[in-house]
Nanobody, 125 residues
Framework: QVQLVESGGGLVQAGGSLRLSCVVS????????TAWFRQGPGKERDCVSS????????YYAESVQGRFTITRDNAKNTVYLEMNNLKPEDTGLYCC??????????????????WGQGTQVTVSS
């Protein structure tokens, strides 16, 4: 079975940085896409960033563009999300999702079949 485990969340002051990790174990997909979704209090779940298997395709939400960087190390079955210059509005539960989805659907949560439990990020002002 496929399991995804996120780590790296925590409490940070505005302007600080965090690096999130998503490690997948068990069955994987040769052409899988990995995405980070977040849900803040009273907000809808939103795709923050996504990356293709080969890293040839990446996506960033406008709200994080220029501040966040997504990378992956396939040898370690790990995807990272480097978050810099964090803002209070970045607060939320960050969940990792993976599946062999079409790239044009990389931001559609319903297209992903495998999810982690999430890691909490809280940014104070």
């Amino acid at each position: 079975q496929v399991q995804l485990v996120e780590s790296g969340g925590g409490l940070v002051q505005a302007g600080g940085s965090l690096r999130l990790s998503c490690v997948v174990s068990g069955r994987t997909f040769p052409s899988e896409v990995t995405a980070w979704f977040r849900q803040g209090p009273g907000k809808e779940r939103d795709c923050v960033s996504s990356i293709s298997w080969s890293s040839s395709n990446t996506y960033y939400a406008e709200s994080v563009q220029g501040r966040f960087t997504i990378t992956r190390d396939n040898a370690k079955n790990t995807v990272y999300l480097e978050m810099n210059n964090l803002k209070p509005e970045d607060t939320g539960l960050y969940c990792c999702a993976r599946d062999a989805v079409d790239w044009q659907d990389n931001g559609v949560a319903g297209d992903y079949g495998y999810w982690g439990q999430g890691t909490q990020v809280t940014v104070s002002s």
